[in-house]
């Protein structure tokens, strides 16, 4: 008798590997040269006052959510 040979597993589909589930467009990069803004060309500067923190205790933790004024 010969042996046959064993069918392997079925390979799944692209997209499920270690490096296959990353979304396209990555790379790292910025946007390219930052636009002047219009508040930056009227000459306009934005000053943080204050920074209100609020946690909510839910199921899975602390939910925590941030103010500037």
């Known amino acids: ?3 046959s040979p064993t069918p392997s597993a079925p390979q799944a589909p692209g997209g499920y590997g270690r ?3 990353r979304r396209p467009g990555g790379g790292g990069r910025g946007r390219g040269p930052r636009k ?3 508040s930056e060309a009227l000459g306009l500067t ?3 006052v ?3 923190r609020v946690s909510k205790t839910v199921k899975g933790g602390k939910r925590f959510s941030f103010g500037a004024l």
Do not use: Y
């Open 36 to 38: 002047q803004t219009e």
């Open 19 to 21: 490096d296959g589930g």
């Open 46 to 48: 934005e000053t943080v």
């Open 1 to 3: 008798m010969t042996p």
């Open 50 to 52: 204050s920074i209100n």
